[in-house]
């Protein structure tokens, strides 16, 4: 058995699952996977740089673990970055995954369809395993928020802070570098560390600014503002 095979089992057994019909079960072990085994010299044990949660996050964290142990992890980076823009691309595909009347035989094309935008950049079908692995336990639904965070596993591994800077209207690329700066030498972002800025434009903040850094959130706008005036002059009434 292999070990990406192995590690999809420990998910498929720890994660909660929906529920799904004795044909997609009875698929789950009559499936040989072509994935070789790891070398004797390649690590076993396998820790993810940072946690992450949801069903989601578990599902990423394991395919995180077994794309490691086989040397495979930028190339699985590579294939769940295709797989993200597909969803960018396409609006209603979440609606598709999440229909409950999927067929074994719908899972099946559904996969292979997505394999296709995957090209050649999956190393020993580590990706295509996963994803059959979703789909024999009802969870296609959860792939676009696996590959999100799948995203930010592989961040924290290259040592990369996200940095989201939302403000009401889209900011001039001189001041995000500016705020780059400033906030790359603060005490939010340890040494040796790179920002990932992203900068999302929200109007219902009014003004001002909500910096995101990593799981750190500084809310300056105005909207932030207004909510503390209007629950002071509540409490004071």
Same mark, same amino acid.
């Not at 070990?3 to 420990?10: E, G, H, K, L």
């Not at 820790?47 to 949660?53: D, G, L």
């Given at each position: 058995?292999?070990?990406?095979?192995?590690?999809?089992?420990?998910?498929?057994?720890?994660?909660?699952?929906?529920?799904?019909?004795?044909r997609?079960?009875?698929?789950?072990?009559?499936?040989?996977?072509?994935?070789?085994?790891?070398?004797?010299?390649?690590?076993?044990?396998?820790?993810?740089?940072?946690?992450?949660?949801?069903?989601?996050?578990?599902?990423? #964290?394991?395919?995180?673990?077994?794309?490691?142990?086989?040397?495979?992890?930028?190339?699985?980076s590579?294939?769940?970055?295709?797989?993200a823009?597909?969803?960018?691309k396409?609006? @209603?595909?979440?609606?598709?995954?999440?229909?409950?009347?999927?067929?074994?035989?719908?899972?099946?094309?559904?996969?292979?369809?997505?394999?296709?935008?995957?090209?050649?950049?999956?190393? %020993?079908?580590?990706?295509?395993?996963?994803?059959?692995?979703?789909?024999?336990?009802?969870?296609?639904?959860?792939?676009? %928020?696996?590959?999100?965070?799948?995203?930010?596993?592989?961040?924290?591994?290259?040592g990369?802070?996200?940095?989201?800077? #939302?403000?009401?209207?889209?900011?001039?690329?001189?001041?995000?570098?500016q705020?780059?700066?400033?906030?790359?030498?603060?005490?939010?972002?340890?040494? %040796?560390?790179?920002? @990932?800025?992203?900068? @999302?434009?929200?109007?219902?903040?009014?003004?001002?600014?909500?910096?995101?850094?990593?799981?750190?959130?500084?809310?300056?706008?105005?909207?932030?503002?207004?909510? @503390?005036?209007?629950?002071?002059?509540?409490?004071?009434?």
């Open positions: 058995m292999s070990s990406t095979r192995a590690a999809f089992q420990v998910v498929r057994a720890a994660a909660p699952r929906a529920s799904f019909s004795p997609i079960a009875s698929t789950v072990s009559a499936r040989n996977y072509a994935q070789a085994a790891p070398a004797p010299s390649q690590p076993q044990d396998v820790k993810p740089p940072i946690a992450v949660y949801g069903i989601d996050g578990t599902y990423a #964290t394991a395919l995180y673990t077994a794309a490691a142990k086989t040397s495979a992890l930028d190339s699985t590579r294939a769940l970055s295709a797989l823009d597909v969803f960018k396409d609006p @209603k595909l979440p609606s598709i995954l999440h229909a409950p009347t999927l067929t074994v035989s719908d899972k099946s094309k559904i996969v292979q369809e997505l394999h296709k935008h995957i090209g050649g950049t999956d190393k %020993g079908d580590t990706v295509k395993n996963f994803l059959d692995t979703l789909a024999e336990n009802n969870r296609l639904g959860i792939l676009e %928020g696996v590959c999100e965070k799948f995203g930010v596993l592989i961040g924290a591994s290259r990369e802070v996200d940095l989201t800077i #939302t403000s009401a209207s889209p900011l001039d690329n001189k001041y995000v570098k705020l780059e700066g400033t906030i790359s030498k603060s005490a939010y972002v340890g040494p %040796g560390k790179k920002l @990932k800025v992203k900068n @999302k434009v929200n109007p219902d903040i009014m003004g001002g600014l909500v910096v995101e850094i990593g799981d750190q959130t500084i809310d300056k706008s105005v909207s932030s503002k207004v909510a @503390k005036m209007n629950k002071m002059l509540t409490d004071t009434l």
